[in-house]
């Protein structure tokens, strides 16, 4: 089938279920001071998300990024954390209407926690933090 090659060839962490737990959380948090959501972006980000975290995630491009050691584990920590300083001052810079972003970022999120559960039902089993 092919949804398996989606998933890593190694059992989930607990830190990737959290992760999930947190992107699920996401949309609702973030929708409290908006009058309403907007469907179409969220089923717009879901499908993006997915996209994302199935055939583009385990395409020759990522292999190749992943094989990229030099920077090790710490190394890729900073690069994430530095890409989410940027979209964070980029969002605090641009005036972005909220409705269809917080809607389109929702259902990423909902697409990463639903990404999170298969990959856990996949394999059966939690292994280890990291």
Known sequence: ???RS???????????VITGCIA????????????TIDWLWVSGGAIVGV???GPVARS?????????DRVGKNGRRI?????????????LWIDAPPVPTVSFVGGFMIA?????AMHVVHFGEIRGWL
Request: charged share 5%.
């Open 112 to 116: 990463i926690s639903v990404h999170v």
């Open 79 to 91: 690069v994430v954390l530095c890409i989410v300083a940027a979209a964070v001052a980029a969002g």
């Open 1 to 3: 089938m092919v949804l």
């Open 60 to 68: 020759l491009a990522e292999t190749r990024v992943s094989a990229w």
């Open 6 to 16: 989606w998933y890593p060839d190694h059992p989930p962490t607990w830190s990737t």
């Open 24 to 35: 699920l959380l996401w949309l609702p948090l973030n929708s409290i001071a908006l009058e």
């Open 51 to 53: 996209i994302a975290l």
